[in-house]
């Protein structure tokens, strides 16, 4: 199974892998947002401001190639002219696995000064020719798809597992806009949430009037738009806001780096800021996929860190000649931090390939760590 399996899990990676290529669009500087609606007739609208996939005729199928980007596995890449990218996702198959596990979806592009419209069906069969509409000075793809009922367990969409992930997605790119709106029917007990979360410096939630007066008007209805200004900062922030601790410093230290070298590109974001929690939270990504199972990067990190904090201690003679060094896990306590690599070629491992295993991020990390955190100290 192409999205690891036909419960909960598989059905909203379908999501993700749509909204994946919107935030490629949105990283490459080409969309200033997403909007992502669960559709009262079950079916999931994604719609971006970006290029729009392209509809040349493909250089080797004879195809438009918004018709091969649906319809041929691993047909990702980089199409036409201006280096339109199709992200893989986490599986490395994009929307042509969405199409083949859905009974409609119906595309939509704005490209060209045109919108131009293709359907497929029945496992991502052309439903005709695609098809040029009305003029348009607009650009952007809107993609509508609803899964099969054949295949997976269930094709009820949870709101709140969606939330979540979006605004962790929204934490990971800093300044990307992604809006989730729910057109379902909700039981009268269930609470309409309708606001902009995330929106300036300190990422705090803002409530605006606009969606407020609407969601009075149509009560069924709820919405949520997440946009983070200064990314994992943010985030570091808002994790330690649900904590009742004390900060042992007040800014939340924040870098970045980047090397190329073979070919291949790696850069790392990290934020991070001690509590006065007595555990840890350390929280890492890989092309921005939740690493639930650790891996290279924080191992990286981690090595790095114990290092750099006792030779600083040994240097300030906190610690004496004759004491031992302090452990890692006496180093970490209270920390909070996020850690947020790319790499050209990730490798995932461990049961639910959440857990990277690029040997190169481990060193790449530890670097950046010691020379950014280095001057910290």
Do not use: C
Not at 285 to 300: D, F, Q, S
């Amino acid at each position: 199974m192409y999205i690891g399996s036909t419960g909960p899990r598989g059905l909203h990676h379908l999501v993700y892998e749509v909204v994946d290529n919107s935030v490629d669009e949105a990283l490459a500087g080409y969309a200033t947002g997403i909007d992502v609606t669960l559709q009262a007739d079950g079916g999931v609208r994604v719609a971006d401001d970006g290029r729009g996939i392209p509809v040349d005729l493909h250089p080797t199928e004879g195809r438009p190639t918004v018709e091969v980007v649906m319809t041929i596995l691993h047909a990702g890449g980089k199409f036409g002219g201006g280096g339109y990218a199709v992200s893989g996702g986490l599986h490395g198959v994009g929307i042509s696995v969405v199409n083949a596990l859905s009974r409609r979806v119906d595309t939509e592009v704005r490209r060209q000064g045109h919108v131009w419209r293709m359907s497929f069906a029945e496992g991502g069969v052309p439903q005709g020719e695609l098809v040029k509409g009305e003029a348009t000075d607009a650009t952007g793809t809107v993609q509508t798809f609803y899964p099969d009922a054949e295949i997976f367990d269930s094709i009820e969409f949870d709101y709140e597992t969606l939330r979540a992930r979006f605004q962790q997605m929204a934490f990971l790119n800093r300044g990307l806009r992604i809006t989730l709106t729910d057109e379902r029917v909700q039981e009268s007990n269930e609470v309409v949430d309708d606001e902009i979360a995330g929106e300036g410096a300190a990422g705090e939630d803002v409530a605006e009037n606009g969606l407020a007066e609407e969601a009075e008007q149509e009560p069924q209805r709820r919405s949520v738009t997440y946009l983070y200004e200064n990314g994992l900062l943010d985030y570091v922030q808002h994790l330690n806001s649900a904590k009742k601790v004390e900060y042992v410093h007040d800014d939340v230290i924040a870098f970045e780096a980047e090397d190329v070298s073979d070919g291949r590109s790696m850069a790392v974001e990290v934020a991070m800021q001690w509590t006065s929690a007595y555990s840890e939270s350390v929280h890492t990504y890989a092309n921005k996929i939740n690493t639930h199972e650790g891996g290279t990067h924080e191992e990286g990190f981690r090595a790095a860190l114990t290092s750099l904090v006792n030779r600083y201690a040994r240097e300030k003679e906190i610690l004496k000649p004759k004491e031992d060094n302090l452990t890692g896990e006496d180093i970490r306590e209270g920390l909070t931090a996020v850690i947020s690599v790319k790499l050209s070629e990730p490798q995932f491992e461990g049961q639910t390939k959440t857990k990277l295993g690029n040997s190169e991020a481990r060193g790449f990390v530890s670097n950046a760590v010691t020379d950014n955190l280095g001057a910290w100290f």
